[in-house]
């Protein structure tokens, strides 16, 4: 079944000029892109889209880096999008990320990892609306 997935390229694939190469290998795996913005998050809304870790030690780093530059949400539809993603970006740490994957290929280190992806469907549909409004979606889709 095709569903959504919602990828994030983070402040460091913003700074590393890596948007242009990281859109191309996702494009490139045959994902379609839904929607796609660049945002800068502040504290509020990081802290939001990360809520499920706010005990872990990193958290408040996590928040720092998040909010250190512009970020592109990027809502993407595949089969089964959200593990296909996963696979696509590798492992969290790029020490132990599969070679190909994006994270192996230009993350930095386990905090500075190039891009998110939703976990489950459900948090993917959560994290969707996080950035993007239901008619922006319609709207630029042109099922208006
Ligand atoms: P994401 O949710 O961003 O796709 P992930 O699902 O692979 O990443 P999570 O466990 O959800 O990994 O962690 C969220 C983010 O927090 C990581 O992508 C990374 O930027 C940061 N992070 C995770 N673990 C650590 C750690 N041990 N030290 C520092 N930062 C970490
Ligand atoms: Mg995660």
Known sequence: MKNRTLAILKPDCTR???????????QGAGFKILGLKM??????????FYEVHKERP?????????????CVPIVLEKE?????FRRLIGATDPAKADEGTI?????ENIQENIVHGSDSDENA?????????RKELLEI???K
Do not use: C
Not at 16 to 26: E, M, N, P, R, Y
Not at 39 to 48: F, T, W
Not at 58 to 70: A, C, Q, R
């Open 16 to 26: 590393k000029q890596l948007v242009g190469k990281v859109i191309s290998h996702i």
């Open 80 to 84: 089964n999008a959200v593990e296909e």
């Open 141 to 143: 889709n042109g099922w």
């Open 39 to 48: 945002v800068r998050l502040n504290n509020e809304s990081a802290k939001g």
């Open 125 to 133: 549909e959560k994290e969707i609306a996080h950035f993007f409004s």
């Open 103 to 107: 994270r192996k290929l230009y993350a």
């Open 58 to 70: 990193f958290f408040n780093d996590l928040i720092k880096y998040m909010t250190s530059g512009p």
